[in-house]
């Protein structure tokens, strides 16, 4: 494959991502706000807001790393833009994930802002999962929603259960990954039973154990 074949490969997996992404932050709730570049990145960064609202955590930044995994080096600018942009909600595309110490540097920063009393949430999502949008796909044509806190305690409450008895879904599972659902949340999908008509299942968001 010569040079210039690649090269479009690569623009055009990439558009294909960053469709794929515009189209998620929508079906999220958020609208399409503005492309950036941040000092120091190289990186294209989507910024995605609710439209209702000026709040800073209200907003999702979105940065499509260039690299095959983000190392400490990288992952060290990521934490510099989170302090100095007052970021609460960043999603990070990549090719591979995170480098396992990259990983352990997230974990701990999690911990300090949780302790710190400040809502934080860092999504690393890959991108071969959205070159094609997930929803998009015949087994995943389905109606879903997540149960409100009050939705939720009814749920259990008609039917005499506590979360562990209820059937779960990974976060690690790509329609969680593609609406962003949080550890915790019941999520409804309404199904077809052939001659039984149409009905309805509950889900609960676990974390996967073996990611």
Do not use: W
């Not at 190289?42 to 979105?62: M, Q």
């Not at 999603?91 to 480098?99: A, Q, R």
Request: proline share 3%.
């Amino acid at each position: 494959m010569s040079k210039n074949a690649a090269e479009i490969m690569v623009t055009h997996r990439f558009e294909c991502v960053k469709s794929t992404v515009i189209r998620m932050m929508s079906d999220r709730g958020y609208n399409y706000h503005e492309e950036t570049k941040f000092k120091n990145q190289k990186n294209l960064t989507i910024i995605a807001k609710r439209s209702e609202s000026s709040e800073e955590k209200d907003k999702i930044y979105i940065f499509f790393s260039l690299g095959a995994k983000i190392g400490v080096e990288e992952f060290k600018k990521f934490e510099n833009l989170l302090e100095e942009e007052n970021i609460r909600h960043m999603i990070i595309l990549t090719n591979e994930g995170l480098t396992p110490q990259s990983s352990s540097k997230l974990q701990h920063l999690k911990e300090i802002k949780k302790q710190n009393g400040i809502t934080f949430n860092v999504e690393i999502l890959t991108y071969n999962k959205f070159i094609r949008n997930p929803t998009f796909h015949e087994m995943n044509k389905k109606k879903r929603r997540k149960l409100s806190d009050e939705e939720k305690r009814n749920l259990l409450e008609k039917y005499h259960l506590n979360n562990l008895q209820i059937p779960i879904i990974f976060t690690t599972d790509i329609i969680c990954q593609y609406y962003g659902y949080p550890i915790g949340s019941v999520i409804e999908t309404e199904k077809s039973y052939g001659s039984i008509g149409p009905g309805k299942t509950y889900r609960i968001v676990t974390e996967n154990p073996n990611k």
